[in-house]
Structures are given as C-alpha cells and as structure tokens.
C-alpha cells in the first residue's frame, strides 16, 4: 500500500516508511483536495472506506499546517485483500488526476 500511494503524483504520506517500527496504517493527502472529499470519494466510486479528519492528534496535524483539512487514514488488517489495496491505489490515482 506504501509503495503504491507514494508512487502516485500529489500524493504525500505520513509517518514511517516501510521497515520502520510503525502500525499497519497509513496517512495521507492528496494535493487540492480535502481529506473528507478523498474519503468520500473512495467511497462513493470505489467501495473503499478510509477515516478522515485529525484523530484527536490536532497538534500533529496542526504542526503538519493540516489543520484545515485534516489526512486521509487507510489501514491493512488480517482481513483486507489484495483486491482492495489495489483499488485504493486505483482510486486515489483517479483522484490525484493521474488517470
């Protein structure tokens, strides 16, 4: 999921990389677009569900000049699919403008 989301242009993420002690989660934004609509968004056209906002973190946030917009949350578990990490990727891809 790392790999791909960072692939993408307009796309910034948050936090570890891969390889660092870090949780299964990732953060994110996309460029001129606020976290609510991309969660929306992926949502609405995808069937992907992500959380969006601060996290109760608005001094990260606020530190990282999100505080307007908040980032976008996507997290793996034992149960997310190959299939849908794809169509995370496909979707922001769409939505950062990039297909």
Known sequence: MWS?????DGVRLYGPAPGLPRTPTVGFTVEGL???QI???LSDRF???VSHGDFYASG???ALSLTDSG???AGCACYTT???VRRLIEGVTTLAGRE
Do not use: C, K, N, W
Request: aromatic share 4%; hydrophobic share 45%; no cysteine.
């Open 4 to 8: 791909g989301l960072s692939a993408i």
């Open 34 to 36: 606020p976290s609510g």
């Open 39 to 41: 969660a929306a968004r």
């Open 47 to 49: 069937g992907i569900f």
């Open 60 to 62: 990260v946030t606020g």
């Open 71 to 73: 980032l976008v949350r």
């Open 82 to 84: 190959e299939d849908e």
